[in-house]
Each structure stands twice: as structure tokens, then as C-alpha cells.
């Protein structure tokens, strides 16, 4: 049984369906949400589907070596980032090599970066007459939306869409395939 760890800083739509998806599983437990939002949605979902849910500030996330700790103590295996706003620091890469992904919600590299996120992404995407948007599923590095693209599904940007139809379509995505995914790159470990 491989223990992956979820991050993430607001309402937690993804991590609930990763949760969900591999409640059964016989190879995958998810044992931890992490947060650096006290209040954030993902800890109540987190409750609900008994799930342990903590939250640091973020100079704790971005110092690094305490929550490495705290992720040996529960002996995990991955980390999925899932809407998590906050740097990754170098003690969770060395601790963790290749065992952190993350989901962005545009096909990367366009429209990623420092500050691109949620809503600013569809936003940047509508204003710059996009006719496609999507998904990409890559390795974290030291540098924003940089790693190693692991996997891009597309959806077309229509005619009147708003920041919230194009973040709805890419959401379906994201729940139709992030954690095939995550099953797919941990089962390869
Ligand atoms: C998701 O759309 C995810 O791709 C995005 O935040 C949203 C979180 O939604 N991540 C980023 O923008 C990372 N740069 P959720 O809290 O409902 O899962």
C-alpha cells in the first residue's frame, strides 16, 4: 500500500474526488490533507471522509523540513498538490524526488507561472482569445508550472464563456482524469 499525501489551499473539489476514487483501493490510501488555510474548504471535506486534515503557515511550508517530518511520521510515499498555493520548498524536493505532482488548470506552459491560478488562469486564457484550454498534470521543480509534463487533456473555449463555464469544463476534466493518473505514475514507483 503506497500513502500519498494531498496539499491544497481552498475548497478542495479535487482532493474530495481523489479521496473518493481511491477509497476502495487496495494500493492506494491517501492518509493526509495538508493546508496553509485554516479555514479552507478541503478540511471539512477532509472530515466527512475521515481523512486527517492539518493546516501550517506557509513559512512553515515554505521552510520545508518540519513538514517532511511530519510526512515521514505518516510514513508517506507521494505528494499530489491539488490547488495548493504555496511554494514547494527544496527539503520536500530532496525528501521526495520525483513524488510530487501537481494539476494546473490550463495546458502548460501557457498561462502559468507565479500568480496564474483558479480563476486568474480562465481569466488570462478568455482575454487572450484562447479557442482551447485544459488540463496538465506535471512533476514539480523549484520553478512554478515547470516540471515535467506527465499527462494535458483539452476542452474547447466557446463563444460567451465566463471565467466560471471555463473553469467548470476544466474541472471536469480535472475529476475525469487526475486520478487515473495518480494511479497510473504511483503504481509505476
Ligand atoms: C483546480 O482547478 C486546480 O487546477 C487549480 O486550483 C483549482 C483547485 O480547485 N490549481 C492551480 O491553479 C495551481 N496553479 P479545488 O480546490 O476545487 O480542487
Redo the contacts with the bound molecule.
Keep these: 500500500m503506497k500513502n500519498i499525501a494531498i496539499f491544497?489551499?481552498?475548497?478542495?473539489?479535487?482532493?474530495e474526488n481523489i479521496i473518493r476514487y481511491f477509497s476502495n483501493s487496495e494500493s492506494i490510501n491517501v492518509a493526509l490533507v495538508l493546508s496553509n488555510k485554516t479555514k479552507a474548504?478541503?478540511h471539512e471535506r477532509a472530515r466527512r471522509l475521515g481523512v486527517p486534515s492539518l493546516s501550517f503557515p506557509r513559512d512553515v511550508f515554505t521552510a520545508g523540513e518540519p513538514i517532511v517530518e511530519l510526512l515521514h511520521e505518516h510514513h508517506i510515499d507521494f505528494i499530489v498538490?491539488?490547488?495548493?498555493?504555496c511554494y514547494v520548498a527544496r527539503p520536500l524536493l530532496d525528501a521526495y524526488p520525483g513524488k510530487i505532482i501537481?494539476?494546473?488548470?490550463s495546458l502548460l506552459p501557457k498561462f502559468?507561472g507565479k500568480g496564474?491560478?483558479?480563476d486568474h488562469?480562465h481569466q488570462a486564457v478568455l482575454a487572450a482569445g484562447e479557442t482551447e484550454s485544459g488540463?496538465t498534470i506535471h512533476y514539480i521543480n523549484e520553478h512554478?508550472?515547470e516540471g515535467g509534463i506527465i499527462f494535458q487533456a483539452t476542452c474547447p473555449v466557446l463563444p460567451g464563456d465566463t471565467p466560471d463555464s471555463l473553469?467548470s469544463r476544466?474541472?471536469a476534466l480535472?475529476y475525469a482524469y487526475f486520478p487515473k493518473v495518480i494511479e497510473e505514475v504511483v503504481s509505476k514507483e
Excluded at 491544497?8 to 482532493?15: E, L, R
Excluded at 498538490?81 to 498555493?85: E, T, V
Design positions: 491544497a489551499s481552498g475548497n478542495g473539489t479535487n482532493a474548504g478541503v498538490l491539488a490547488g495548493f498555493l501537481n494539476i494546473h488548470p502559468g496564474m491560478y483558479g488562469v488540463i512554478y508550472d473553469a476544466v474541472h480535472e
